[in-house]
Nanobody, 127 residues
Framework: QVQVVESGGGLVQPGGSLRLSCSAS????????VGWFRQAPGKEREGVAC????????DYVDSALGRFTISRDKAKNTVYLSMNLLKPEDTAVYYC????????????????????WGQGTQVTVSS
């Protein structure tokens, strides 16, 4: 049984930082493209960032550019989303998802391509 698990969410003040972690059991996450998504109350799910299987390609939503960094530690089979300069509009449930890609060089911010999803971790940015 495949399980994807996110951790690292919490309450942070505007301008602060958080690092989210994504790990999995039942699959080798190193063989998957991984995406981070978020959904705020009353809004559609949004692709925030993704990293290709070979780590050579990353992609970010415009609002995350320069503030968020997606990275992977293959030794730990873990993908991270480092978030800096957080804003109240970043408040959402953040989800990690794994995609068995057709190419190791590409990742997608479109959720429909992803095969496995975590349960999400809440990020709240508020003073």
């Amino acid at each position: 049984q495949v399980q994807v698990v996110e951790s690292g969410g919490g309450l942070v003040q505007p301008g602060g930082s958080l690092r989210l972690s994504c790990s999995a059991s039942g699959i080798d996450l190193n063989l998957f493209a991984v995406g981070w998504f978020r959904q705020a109350p009353g809004k559609e799910r949004e692709g925030v960032a993704c990293i290709s299987e070979n780590d050579g390609s990353t992609d970010y939503v415009d609002s995350a550019l320069g503030r968020f960094t997606i990275s992977r530690d293959k030794a730990k089979n873990t993908v991270y989303l480092s978030m800096n300069l957080l804003k109240p509009e970043d408040t959402a449930v953040y989800y990690c998802a794994a995609d068995a890609p057709t190419t190791i060089y590409y990742c997608s911010k479109h959720g429909f391509v992803y095969d496995y999803w975590g349960q999400g971790t809440q990020v709240t940015v508020s003073s």
